[in-house]
């Protein structure tokens, strides 16, 4: 089992980049919708999932199927990450999406949230993508701070 705090090298520039990555990469799948309301669930066409979802997808190297997106022990299972870490780590990106990094922060152990400037943002399902040059212009902050 892997640590998602390990695979992000506890760095909010790297859990935002996945983020972004993973959203623009499950969008283009035929069968999975953005959907920011869920963090899992399908129906016979369709898998539905948010920027948690996206991003534990692109950290993890592998997509949800209507088999194992709906419940988080099955999410937890196929990605190969600890159940409670998931579930954190998706609270805290879901807060993020909506432009608040206190909880991706607190996530990682950072603490300088106050050091970072940026301009808010929120993804929503209709809007999402273009909200993402704002959230690149974070990630860029993010990293030259090293964070």
Same mark, same amino acid.
């Given at each position: 089992m892997e640590s998602i705090k390990q695979l992000i090298q506890n760095k909010p520039s790297i859990a935002l980049q $996945?983020?972004?990555d993973g959203l623009k990469e499950q969008s283009k799948r035929k069968d999975f919708k953005i959907r920011m309301t869920t963090f899992g669930e399908s129906n016979n066409k369709f898998c539905y999932g948010c920027a948690a979802t996206c991003t534990l997808q692109k950290i993890a190297g592998k997509d949800l199927t209507a088999d194992n997106i709906g419940l988080t022990n099955d999410r937890a299972t196929f990605l190969k990450f600890?159940?409670?870490e *998931?579930?954190?780590?998706? *609270? $805290?990106i879901d807060e993020a999406r909506e432009g608040c990094l206190y909880e991706l922060f607190n996530f990682c152990g950072t603490a300088v949230l106050n050091k970072i400037s940026y301009y808010g943002f929120r993804l929503k399902t209709n809007d999402w993508e273009e909200q993402l040059p704002i959230v690149e212009k974070l990630i860029k902050e993010l990293q030259t701070q090293n964070l």
């Open positions: $996945a983020m972004v600890d159940p409670i *998931l579930k954190s780590f998706e *609270l $805290a």
